[in-house]
């Protein structure tokens, strides 16, 4: 859960939207502990929030290390690797969700406060496709693809855990 703030606060400033003043807020509050320390040694550059992403993957690197050192002794490479496949499944459920975030905002209520700010999350990611795949009747199947396209990654993915574990 932690890790997956980082990974927002990082997203955000990715594709460089503002959120909602008491998400920003909430957001903000609670990884600054972690972020300000790692601002000094790793600034922002090439407009990306690095501090954020490492972040997320130092909180990726403890949980899998206690994960592993509570089920056995491994090497600390092996953990490492372990470490960045679980941060990357992550960064892929978190976009999942982010797609089923809006389009359950589209059905129910399309024009909710966080609307446009769950759009401009996706917006990346869903534009290419939606300039590939037409709309039929006018439904925009590119989140169903997008989340087809993320599911297998995560698939491959999981399937590098696999002889590690």
Known sequence: ????V???RFWMQAVRI????????FIY???DWLVHPLRKILPGFGGYDWASLTGAFLIAV???????WLASQLS?????LMSLVRFLQWIFYGLMGLIFIEVI???VNPHAPLAPFVRALNQPLLHPLRR??????????????????LRIALQLISALLSPLG
Do not use: E, H, Y
């Open 1 to 4: 859960m932690v890790a997956g």
């Open 6 to 8: 980082f990974l927002l």
């Open 18 to 25: 503002r959120p909602p003043m008491s998400l920003a807020q």
């Open 29 to 31: 509050k609670l990884t």
């Open 62 to 68: 403890v949980s899998m290390t206690i994960d592993v």
């Open 76 to 80: 600390v490479q092996t953990i490492l």
């Open 105 to 107: 905002l589209s059905w």
């Open 132 to 149: 590939v795949i037409p709309t039929i009747g006018n439904v925009d199947l590119s989140p169903l693809v997008l989340l087809l396209i």
